[in-house]
């Protein structure tokens, strides 16, 4: 296996980039066409015929969905995208959000037929919580029922965002040609014989002209109220300088003010060249990030993390995957420099660890390297201890990172071994998943003495058990699903009540004053004295607070555990 170094020195000509978007919007096959236009692969594969580069586990070949985030790393011109292929099924979010608590940029993928769908908010959402920089990109334009503007609306409507139009198709549907440049007003023409590989750059016709006029001046007047410069053009009604609005691009969009806009055809070939052209021009590089913030492990003090890879060590583990018993950490490196065979500080588990190897990833195929730098996610070898969300650092320099969020599991299923022999394997085996995927839980019902596995929807536990039969032959029996259902309070609302009864011939008497109001969906309960309690005994204050917790596991309405709620 070859080995090489990622080279410090390149930071600006590096884009660490995610494709999200609802399911079968066109997030894998576009990811294929950046792959094979980047001279990566050599032969086209797709998503519907089960042989997509980064769809390369069996249960996303027989599905045709992505199932879990890949990773790829591919030239452009002197660029180099370190690329995540993310999920669109929302059963799998969690791995579109540590990629994005990683990532730079990324580009949302959007069916010119659904438009705007659920999980194309979802990701949005998720995208805006850790402020990544996006570009749009309108898939899918020679489908029936394709509305480019449609799509728009709903951009504005739905996603609270000012799109700013690059691009506009000439046609839809069977009509759909290709792709208008509003900035140069020039039409480029993707040759259907070389799979897209050659186009031809030319000037528009007199119609295509005069379809496309009213929209580059909507752009460019999006652009004058966002540039003084700019503006006094536009006012003047002299030309722009073309140098100044990319500019004004770049800088618009990283700081999330527009949302640059392109579209095309994935599937035939039409309109990834000049998206990746984008990439380049529009999206931020490791170094113009804001440095990451972290806490020293013992102290807690704030430390501040510019990309520098002669910095202190600071990674962050992201993904857990395991190969035939042998794991792999994906991490991105926010400071310092990783080498192979180092002596790391998992400073999360508090534990040291030793790097055997570093690889780049291409899929589920690597390329060893010696040593990694700032700005860089590569997956580490011989991490034996290390979960995800975890951060490795210098013992002698030690620094903490922000956890990757957890989510809460809807859905559980009971799973019995087949025979005593397999009770051990079963469970070593769920142990191996749980590792991988943090939305995943297991428990032992005291009851019915049956292991309950718990997921994200009955897509994703579906998955694991296949995985489980497929990967390492067990097959327990399983349960139906069972829906795990919470309650909540809608509003705030506040009683009293007095405690007056003779118990051991000694007469007990408590009053108590309680409040209720929600919280915050998924940032739980929060028990608040509205007295001074300095004088009590610990024991009575413990013991209020605990009758208070085991008040909230069984709801009012149906029993169910109480959840997000002020008391």
């Not at 013992?298 to 430390?303: F, G, L, M, V």
């Not at 992201?318 to 002596?343: C, D, H, M, P």
């Amino acid at each position: 296996m070859s080995k090489s170094k990622s080279s410090p020195n390149t930071l600006s000509k590096i884009r660490n980039i995610g494709i999200i978007a609802h399911i079968d919007a066109g997030k894998t096959t576009v990811t294929e066409r950046i792959l094979y236009y980047s001279g990566i692969i050599h032969r086209l594969g797709e998503v519907h015929e089960g042989n997509a580069t980064m769809d390369y586990m069996p249960e996303e070949q027989e599905r045709g969905i992505t199932i879990t985030s890949a990773c790829t790393t591919t030239p452009w011109n002197d660029y180099t995208f370190n690329i995540i292929d993310t999920p669109g099924h929302v059963d799998f979010t969690i791995e579109v959000e540590r990629s994005l608590r990683v990532l730079d940029g990324a580009v949302g993928v959007f069916c010119a037929v659904g438009g705007v769908e659920p999980q194309s908010e979802t990701v949005w959402r998720q995208s805006r919580k850790f402020n990544v920089p996006k570009l749009a990109f309108i898939n899918k334009l020679d489908r029936l029922g394709a509305d480019f503007a449609a799509v728009l609306d709903e951009m504005r409507t739905r996603l609270h965002i000012t799109p700013l139009l690059l691009q506009m198709p000439d046609g839809q549907g069977q009509d759909f040609k290709g792709v208008i440049d509003l900035l140069r007003m020039r039409f480029l023409a993707f040759d259907a014989a070389s799979k897209g590989m050659q186009w031809e750059d030319m000037e528009p016709t007199p119609a295509q002209y005069e379809l496309a006029q009213p929209w580059r001046e909507k752009t460019l007047e999006i652009l004058a109220e966002h540039d003084d410069t700019l503006l006094e053009a536009y006012l003047a009604g002299e030309s722009m300088d073309m140098q100044r609005i990319h500019a004004v691009i770049r800088k618009a969009t990283i700081d999330n003010t527009l949302t640059p806009v392109l579209c095309g055809s994935a599937l035939k070939n039409i309109g990834i060249q000049p998206l990746m052209d984008a990439v380049c021009a529009y999206l931020p590089s490791p170094e113009e990030m804001p440095p990451t913030n972290g806490l020293h492990p013992e102290t807690h003090a704030k430390i501040a993390l510019p990309v520098d890879s002669q910095g202190p060590l600071a990674a962050l583990v992201f993904k857990i995957t395991v190969e035939a018993n042998r794991r792999l950490a994906y991490a991105r490196i926010y400071s310092g420099t990783l080498n192979e065979g180092q002596l790391v500080r998992n400073t999360s588990q508090r534990v040291d660890e030793r790097i055997a190897h570093i690889y780049r990833m291409h899929a589920d195929k690597k390329q060893r390297l010696d040593q990694a730098s700032a700005g860089h996610i590569v997956a580490l070898a011989g991490c034996k201890a290390t979960r995800t969300g975890d951060t490795l650092a210098l013992a002698d320099n030690p620094v903490l990172l922000e956890q990757i969020a957890g989510y809460q599991p809807v859905i559980s299923l009971a799973l019995e071994p087949r025979t005593q022999a397999d009770a051990k394997r079963l469970s070593e085996v769920l142990h191996l998943f749980l590792l991988q995927d943090p939305t995943l839980f297991v428990f032992q019902d005291e009851e019915t003495d049956q292991l309950i596995l718990s997921g994200m929807g009955e897509l994703h536990l579906e998955v694991v058990l296949e995985r489980m039969a497929r990967e390492y032959g067990v097959s327990p029996r399983v349960g139906n699903p069972q829906v795990l259902y919470q309650e909540t309070v809608a509003r705030p609302a506040a009683a009293a009540a007095e405690f007056h009864r003779e118990l051991a011939k000694v007469m007990h008497y408590g009053g108590v004053d309680l409040a209720v109001a929600p919280r915050k969906r998924g940032t739980g309960h929060e028990i608040r004295w509205t007295m001074d309690t300095q004088g009590w005994p610990a024991t009575w204050v413990e013991a209020v607070a605990q009758g208070v917790e085991d008040g909230l596991q069984s709801g009012v309405l149906k029993g169910y555990p109480v959840q997000d709620v002020l008391v």
